[in-house]
């Protein structure tokens, strides 16, 4: 495993992550159950979500190099506008999606019930949103699965405990907007960086 690309893809997937409904899910959720309860059920829908991208960037990678990387830089793109369109209306949609996933949490639960109901409602709500765009993006640019998934997991288990943990006193203190603006800028710069290598420039990085 090449640490150097697991922590890109932690230090990627955070301010993706940060501002999205999976970081209000988990605090919603940590209002109704217990917040370790939550945390491993959450984490396990992160842990089936980032293995089915990291498999889906793997076998794109098998294609063609340079055709690839030029996908990779369209979804890179596609993500990058959709954070930065979206961040005027983050703060506000914050209390829409709070609201959302608060009515589908309504019974109380303990033990593997409250990890049951975690999972599930992470596992049904998040599928291809931009940080598994973002890692299997990652699998293509880097053929590195293995480094990918560790650090892409491991950057959803810490937001996730950010949510659950500290999730509403981080909302007073950090809009969501400018860090949907800072995970929209990386992306960008990803985009920029694979429409170079599909064009042929020879980059160190």
Known sequence: MDLTVALTA??????????????VATLV???????????IGVGLAFFVQTLVAVTAGGLISRLPHRPVVAFAAVMFLIGGIVLLRGAKKADEEEAETEAEFGAKVTKAATGWRAVVASFTVLFVAEWGDLSQLLTAGLVVRTKDPLSVFVGAWVGLLLVSALGAVAGRALLRRVRLATVQRIGGGVCLLLAAICALQAAGVDLPI
């Open 29 to 39: 959720l940590a209002t109704r159950y217990r917040p370790l309860l939550v945390w």
């Open 10 to 23: 932690l230090i990627l997937i955070v301010p993706v992550e940060l501002p999205d409904k999976t970081f």
